[in-house]
């Protein structure tokens, strides 16, 4: 699993953006160790259970850990067994980032094998001013990432990174230049600032990176202002640290909590107010709100009233509004379904498919490259069942899957392949595009499986020259209309369902065939949580009629 994979599940699965640093800092130590009868103890014994007291009670409330290198190296061999056991502490699920500052190219190759393999560290930070090449061999390391630090909360810094003027401040001129040294999986930025100016100037030049801010607490009071100014489009991308002086009290885990729930708090706000402006919504929708008499009027024959848009008043124009629930969270995957919908990826009326089945529905997930964050967590429901598979490259089918195989290829670090859908008559007539070799392993993905045809159609090209497909993943299982989970056949993974007659005719085949969702599963959230009418739901459980086609 990547590193920005790892980040945003742990975001998602603990509803938090707080970071927490693991620093035992002698003087900071005092206070706690005393109040526990530990005083007498070595540093070291001290250290350790402290760094377990804190890991023990922020866990369930932090979506990573940043422990400074230069703690730990103070304190020589014993400092860096030390930070072994951190890493033996921290839960594997949360990404684990070392503070290290670094600046020294010459070192730069030893550090990163070190914190990448034998230490099993996520991230590194990094000092920008050697240039590109500082972060080069932190980035050879594909499911790991660099954190450039573009700025200080030192006094003493400002005559430098505000050089040679406020139009043009050096700070600036890094964040821009940091950009272009890796993609946005593999490079987050690093603030040092309670001033809600400067965080707003980073965030406009890099409205998509992360940021991580560090010396904001100086200012309390300026936590809605910092949000304001560094939260992404998506009311996320935006780290923040835990106090110091909680990491010490005695009951840091409630404090931690409370902060937690304070700024998930911050973050509906602000998204309410954005959606408000951009004139999407008035309203945010929340899972357990009664919208149920809000739901589309059905006609006589049974189709759904095309003079409505098909969603809840409450439910239209909510942007990831499901996940966004604080204390109501919701399964991520529930909340995937329902911000799909919202989106208007399910139409209903009468829609001929290209096999010749008529539908009283239709499954438009083109529309989900529009929108970056949630294709992101589209992409990633896809590569949590190609992560465990054996393959040398990725393939999609043209044209509707080929945007989900490019940003697989890019996020699983894959080659893409695709076979054409007609072959031209001129140029260099290929059958398939891209580099590979005879034998290579392909994992096939698609969209929307309904007969299997198209599928089918691609892997007998792909097998015409030369390359295996053993491994097909597709986003929705069209005929599965009983499971609670996404449908898998031949040894597949993808959840309990029974999987459709497409499924198992491939599995006939002996192509294992794994399914995001099915369509019993995208009708029971749906039904639950409103947005559908009983007959509409009746409607997504019939089978099409085939037709004859002229």
Request: with cysteine; proline share 5%.
């Amino acid at each position: 699993m990547g590193f920005f994979v790892q980040l945003t599940d742990a975001i998602a699965s603990n509803q938090s953006l707080l970071v927490t640093g693991l620093d035992p800092n002698p003087e900071m130590l005092q206070s706690w160790t005393f109040r526990r009868g530990m005083a007498g103890r070595s540093f070291l014994s001290q250290a350790r259970h402290w760094i377990k007291a804190v890991i023990e009670a922020t866990a369930p409330h932090v979506c990573a850990y940043k422990p400074s290198l230069g703690f730990y190296q103070a304190l020589g061999p014993v400092g860096l067994e030390l930070l072994r056991e951190v890493r033996e502490l921290v839960p594997l699920d949360i990404p684990l980032i070392i503070d290290a500052k670094h600046g020294d190219l010459n070192s730069s190759s030893a550090l990163a094998h070190y914190l990448f393999r034998e230490l099993g560290a996520d991230a590194a930070t990094l000092s920008p001013l050697a240039g590109q090449d500082i972060a080069a061999p932190f980035l050879l390391y594909p499911d790991k990432a660099v954190v450039v630090t573009c700025h200080s909360s030192n006094p003493a810094a400002r005559v430098l990174q505000h050089h040679p003027d406020e139009e043009r401040p050096l700070y600036l001129r890094i964040v821009r230049e940091a950009q272009l040294w890796a993609t946005p999986e593999q490079l987050m930025l690093e603030v040092g600032t309670s001033d809600p100016a400067i965080l707003a100037r980073v965030r406009a030049e890099a409205p998509e990176s992360f940021l991580i801010l560090r010396s904001l607490w100086a200012e309390e009071d300026r936590l809605d202002a910092l949000l304001e100014a560094g939260l992404s489009a998506s009311a996320d991308g935006l780290l923040l640290p835990l106090p110091q002086n909680l990491l010490v009290e005695d009951d840091m885990a409630e404090r931690a909590a409370c902060l937690k729930r304070r700024i998930e708090e911050r973050r509906h706000h602000w998204l309410e107010s954005r959606q408000r402006e951009a004139g999407a919504s008035c309203q945010l929708w929340l899972p357990g709100q009664d919208v149920q008499a809000d739901a589309r009027p059905v006609g006589s024959d049974g189709t759904a009233d095309p003079s409505v848009d098909g969603r809840p008043s409450a439910a239209r124009g909510s942007i990831t509004g499901a996940a966004m629930t604080g204390a109501g969270a919701i399964e991520p995957m529930e909340a995937l379904i329902l911000d799909l919908f919202d989106i208007g990826c399910l139409l209903f009326g009468e829609y001929v498919q290209a096999s010749g089945a008529v539908f009283n529905y239709y499954v438009d997930l083109r529309q989900i490259i529009s929108d970056p964050n949630l294709f992101h967590r589209v992409l990633h429901s896809y590569a949590e069942l190609l992560q465990g598979l054996d393959f040398d490259r990725i393939a999609g089918i043209p044209y509707g899957s080929l945007p989900t195989a490019t940003g697989l290829s890019l996020q699983l670090h894959k080659p893409l392949i695709y076979p054409r859908k007609e072959v031209k008559a001129h140029g260099a007539r290929r059958l398939i595009e891209g580099d590979f070799n005879e034998g290579d392993v392909v994992a096939l993905v698609d969209d929307i499986l309904i007969t299997g045809g198209s599928l089918l159609e691609g892997i007998t090209k792909l097998e015409s020259s030369g390359l295996v497909v053993r491994d097909v993943v597709v986003f929705i299982d069209h005929g599965s209309g009983g499971g609670s989970g996404g449908g898998s056949a031949g040894g597949g993974s993808g959840g309990a369902g029974q999987g459709s007659d497409a499924l198992r005719r491939l599995a006939e085949r002996g192509y294992r065939v794994r399914a995001v969702l099915d369509i019993g599963r995208i009708t029971t959230v749906l039904r639950r949580h409103g947005r559908l009418s009983e007959a509409q739901a009746s409607l997504l459980g019939h089978q099409p009629q085939a037709v004859s086609r002229v």
